[in-house]
């Protein structure tokens, strides 16, 4: 079974830092391509960052870029994002999702809340 | 970036309804578009990808078609179950934008 499982979520004020981690299992984690995405409160989903396989290629979403950084490790089968000088925009859940080419995102987890206030 | 303006924002229906959820995107996508159903407190969940084809055991009452820059998802017969809110997604770039959601309400 296809699982994934988000952590690190919570409580931080603005200006700080959280490391958000999706753990794998039941795939071949490293012949997939990962993407993190967000939901703030009430709102729609947004994109948030884009890794390939062996971590050639990353891409961010223009509102998160030069704060986030998304990594991952497939040894461990897992996907991370570090996320630095956080804004109360940044407040949302957070899903990571695994993209299977033209099938575009078939695995979410169940995401993680990050709040951002003071 | 592309643009997915989605339409109507909010629908109201009964069981047994036939609707059509609308979705354009700024600039053609060709097929790269996708449909997803999100219930409260969950993650979205793939309906359909690349505009009609349907996800593994997904009922066969949903359906997408559509090209280019116009996409329309379908709900043949509505089920209790479908009362959700609905998003088209592109994947033509990596910048996958989401339209706005279509709220999905019991008549």
């Known amino acids: 079974e296809v699982k994934l499982v988000e952590s690190g979520g919570g409580l931080v004020q603005p200006g700080g830092s959280l490391r958000l981690s999706c753990a794998a299992s039941?795939?071949?984690?490293?012949?997939?391509?990962m993407n993190w995405f967000r939901q703030a409160p009430g709102q729609g989903l947004d994109w948030v960052a884009y890794?390939?396989?062996?971590?050639?290629?990353?891409y961010y979403a223009d509102s998160v870029k030069g704060r986030f950084t998304i990594s991952r490790d497939n040894a461990k089968n897992s996907l991370y994002l570090q996320m630095n000088s956080l804004r109360a925009e940044d407040t949302a859940v957070y899903y990571c999702?695994?993209?299977?080419?033209?099938?575009?995102?078939?695995?979410w987890g169940q995401g993680t809340l990050v709040t951002v206030s003071s | 970036d592309i643009q997915m303006t989605q339409s109507p924002s909010t629908l109201s229906a009964s069981v047994g309804d036939r609707v059509t959820i609308t979705c354009r995107a700024s600039?053609?996508?060709?097929?790269?578009l996708a449909w997803y159903q999100q219930k409260p407190g969950k993650a979205p969940k793939l309906l359909i990808y690349?505009?009609?084809s349907l996800e593994t055991e997904v009922p066969s009452r949903f359906s997408g078609s559509g090209s280019g820059t116009e996409f329309t998802l379908t709900i043949s017969s509505l089920q209790p179950d479908d009362f959700a809110t609905y998003y088209c997604?592109?994947?033509?770039?990596?910048?996958?934008?989401f339209g706005q959601g279509t709220k999905l309400e019991i008549k």
């Open positions: 999702a695994r993209k299977s080419g033209s099938r575009s995102f078939d695995y």
């Open positions: 039941g795939f071949s984690f490293s012949g997939y391509e």
């Open positions: 890794i390939s396989y062996g971590s050639t290629n990353i």
């Open positions: 600039q053609s996508i060709n097929s790269w």
């Open positions: 690349e505009a009609s």
């Open positions: 997604q592109q994947y033509n770039t990596y910048l996958y934008t």
